[in-house]
C-alpha cells in the first residue's frame, strides 16, 4: 500500500500496553508494506536505552537501502524526548520527518516546557499530524505550526456482527485502560458504591487495564464492590475482542485524554459509550447520540447515564447502531488516505 513512498515507523514496541502500540499493531495487520522499528522495551529502562541506540544504528542502513520518510508516532513526557532524538539524527541522513502526536497530555507538556521551546522543535520536521481536528487547531495556534494534519486513530471491526446483550441480564459496563485517578475509574467506584442499591445484580463492572492496582483493590474491598467488579488485568486483543463481542456500554469517565482508542473499539461492536468532555472525545461521541457525554468528575451525571442505560435497552441498541456508523472514517481504509495525503506530499 505504502510501498513507493519508503516509509519507515518508529514509536513503542508492539504488543506493549498502551495506546499507540494498538494503533501500530493495527497497522502491521492491515497495511502489508508497514516497516516498522521499535524505540522502547517492554523489559524496562535499560532494555530500552539498548533498543534506542540500535535504532540509531540502523537508521543509516534504513536509508541507504531506499528509505525516505521516517514517521514517528510520540506521546508526551520521555517519549517525546526519545523521538526528538531519533528525528535530529534522521534529518541528518536526509529522511523526510513526520511527527504524530498521541498524548493528550502534549499540550499541558508543552506549557511546563515551554511554548516557543516545543514549537520551535515542532517547526523542523517536514510534518506534524495530530489525531482529532481539535487536537491539530491547538498545536498549530498555541505552537505555532502552519499545518498539523489529522491522522484519525485506526480501529478494526469485528469480521461477525457483534451480538446484542440479552437484556434480561446484567449490564455490562466495560472499562479499559490505565487503572489511575486521570482516567476516572476511581470515581466510577464510587459512583457504583453510592448507588450500591439499585445496580446490585444488575450491572457487572468489567476492567481491563493495570496501573495503581493495589489502590483499585483496596478502594473495590472498602467500598463493598467485589460481586459487582470484575477485574481482568491488562487484556489482550483476542481477551478485548471476547469481551466487546458479549456487547455492554463502554464507561470512560477520563479527566485527560487524547482521542481515546476504546471508544472507537466500543463504536467498532456497535456499543454506546459514557464518556467525559476530554481530550477529542467530543469528536468522537455526540451527546445522545452514539453515547452519553458528562463532565469530568460529576458522579451523579455519571449515575444518571448509567441509569439511562440500564433501564432502556432499546436506547443503548440505537447508540450503539450510531457509534458503529460513525467511526467509519478510522477504519483501516480511512486511515489509508489519510496517511497517504501525507506521504504524497513528502
Known amino acids: ?22 494503533v501500530l499493531s493495527a497497522y502491521r495487520r492491515n497495511f502489508p508494506d508497514f516497516a516498522f522499528a521499535a524505540t522502547n522495551s517492554r523489559h524496562g529502562t535499560i532494555a530500552g536505552a ?10 543509516p542502513f534504513f536509508r541507504l537501502s531506499g528509505y525516505r520518510i521516517l514517521h514517528a508516532h510520540s506521546a508526551a513526557g520521555k517519549s517525546f524526548v526519545r523521538k526528538r532524538i531519533i528525528l535530529a539524527w534522521a534529518r541528518a ?50 505552537l505555532g ?55 446490585s445484580g444488575r450491572l457487572v463492572l468489567n476492567v481491563g487495564g493495570a496501573g495503581d492496582d493495589a489502590l483499585f483493590d483496596a478502594e473495590t474491598e472498602r467500598l463493598g464492590l467485589g460481586s459487582m467488579v470484575r477485574k481482568l488485568g491488562w487484556i489482550g486483543s483476542e ?11 463502554m464507561v470512560l469517565p477520563s479527566y485527560v485524554e487524547g482521542m481515546p482508542i476504546t471508544l472507537l473499539e466500543a463504536g467498532a461492536y456497535a456499543l454506546p459509550s459514557i464518556a467525559s468532555r476530554a481530550g477529542a472525545i467530543t469528536e468522537l461521541i455526540e451527546d445522545n447520540a452514539n453515547g452519553i457525554l458528562i463532565d ?47 506521504y504524497r506530499r513528502l
Not at 519508503?6 to 506493549?16: I, Q, R
Not at 539498548?50 to 537508521?59: D, I, T
Not at 481477551?239 to 456500554?249: F, H, I, M, P, S
Not at 449515575?303 to 467509519?328: C, K, Q, T, V
Request: net charge positive.
Open 1 to 22: 500500500m505504502f510501498s513507493e513512498y519508503k516509509v519507515l515507523t518508529v514509536g513503542p514496541a508492539l504488543g506493549d500496553r498502551g495506546g499507540i502500540s494498538s
Open 50 to 59: 539498548f533498543v534506542l541506540a540500535w535504532l540509531l544504528v540502523r537508521l
Open 93 to 142: 541522513l536526509g529522511y523526510r520527518t513526520v511527527f504524530h502526536i498521541h498524548s493528550g497530555y502534549f499540550a499541558g507538556y508543552a506549557r511546563k516546557e515551554g511554548l516557543e521551546k516545543i514549537g520551535a522543535i515542532l517547526r523542523n520536521y517536514d510534518a506534524v499530524a495530530a489525531l482529532s481536528p481539535a487536537m491539530a487547531d491547538g498545536i498549530s495556534t498555541s
Open 145 to 199: 505550526c502552519a499545518t498539523v494534519d489529522v491522522i484519525p486513530n485506526i480501529v478494526e471491526a469485528p469480521e461477525t456482527p457483534p451480538a446484542q446483550q440479552n437484556s434480561n441480564g446484567p449490564l455490562q459496563l466495560i472499562f479499559l485502560g490505565k487503572i489511575c485517578r486521570d482516567k476516572g475509574i476511581f470515581d466510577l467506584l464510587e459512583t457504583l458504591s453510592a448507588g450500591r442499591g439499585r445496580y
Open 239 to 249: 481477551a478485548k475482542r471476547r469481551l466487546l463481542q458479549e456487547g455492554g456500554v
Open 296 to 342: 469530568a468528575g460529576d458522579r451523579q451525571a455519571l449515575a444518571a447515564a448509567i441509569d439511562r442505560y440500564l433501564s432502556d435497552p432499546a436506547l443503548r441498541r440505537r447508540h450503539g447502531d450510531e457509534a458503529r456508523r460513525r467511526i467509519e472514517s478510522h477504519l483501516p481504509h480511512g486511515v489509508a488516505k489519510a496517511l497517504e495525503n501525507i
